[in-house]
């Protein structure tokens, strides 16, 4: 059984006359760590791409990925702040631990760096830039000369190895390895060529504009079916395209899938959020994520024995609201207070803070009621039930 143990908050809060108790309940041990950062979003993919060796879907890929497309793959990535990197067929692209910084271990890569300084590591050499950048390899098969083939179209690149450095300027280059000098070419290899690629990108975006506008005209037809297929569709050809989850969410709302709709509006406000703000999306999901807290609370409650006996979240925290033992004029603080101590411990690491909203429901569906929960009882209760390792419940008076 675990055993909470006592400890106190700082007596000194913002009414000089305030005390306050809280109980800090053990119900297992600290644990997890802040999931990676976001570094990059897949706005295009075409044929075999992988991400970290499974097969590429939209969303987000993580700082740290490796990135692999074979003999007939694509993908078009844009970083939250701007930047476009495009890997043609045959290229293997790590995206580096800090936000502007890759690795190229294969075939070739097409970086616009919005302005902002890159560096592109090389197995024996690097390349910093501020401009677009084309970069591909040529080895075996291939009929020019070896060596890696690039173009600095705008900007400038320094290009790095162990004898020195070389600063370009719109100029294409072969640079045969890390021991000699890049060699300036008098004109853009065949191998940088890039017209048929602009083709393929330029017929794909037609399509996918044709198809999200059937989508939108199925589902305003309530052929939701239809739109769905074309929807889904887009999403294979440009998962970037925002109004896919919008229109994907509308229609699970429709079917009373109240858990998708809410991930999928979850997704659109945060890749639009203007557009979001602009649909009154936000509106929505707060009625959502209440109706879906509901059931999950109502749910849980109806499973107790089920779900108490299931291990808790690792490295979860839940805050009650506090109780008033004093004048019920101040009744209004239990809240306030713990959104105080929230705030707080949303900024340690390795901690999930559980939603107040949900742990208040859950409070109130397992009627533990405000005079019991500062009983350790109580407390241990409660977070096996909102399946925390962690609960604090406690009590003020304004003396």
Known sequence: ????????????LPHPGLVVAAWLGALGCAGGAFAQGVEARIVQLQGDVRVNGAAARAGMVPLGATVVTGVDGRVQLRTAAGAVLALPAGSELRLGDSPRTLALAAGGLRLSTANAEWRVNLPDRSIRTNGYLKLQACGAGCALRPGLYGRIVQGEAVLEY?????????????????????????????????LSNQAEA?????????????????????????????????????????????????????????????????QYTREDPEGAAARDVPKTM?????????????AAVARESEVVSTPPEPGSIAVQAFVNKGNDAYRAMAKGLAAMVIADLSKVPGLKVLEREKVQLLVNEAKLGDSGLADTASAVRSGRLMRAEKVVVGNFEVQ
């Open 1 to 12: 059984m675990p055993i909470p143990f006592r400890t106190a908050l700082p007596r000194r």
């Open 162 to 194: 162990q004898g020195g450095r070389s600063v370009l300027r719109t100029r294409s280059f072969r640079w045969a390895d890390a021991n000699t000098r890049p060699e300036v070419l008098p004109a853009q290899p065949a191998l940088l060529d890039d």
């Open 202 to 266: 330029t017929r794909v975006r037609a399509e996918v504009a044709a198809t999200l506008k059937a989508g939108i005209e199925a589902f305003g037809a309530n052929r939701d079916a239809e739109a769905t297929q074309a929807l889904e569709r887009v999403r294979t050809l440009a998962p970037g395209e925002t109004l896919v989850p919008y229109y994907l969410g509308l229609i699970a709302l429709k079917r009373e899938d109240n858990a998708t709709a809410l991930a999928l509006l979850q």
């Open 286 to 298: 707060t009625l959502l994520s209440s109706a879906q807290l509901q059931q999950e609370v109502a």
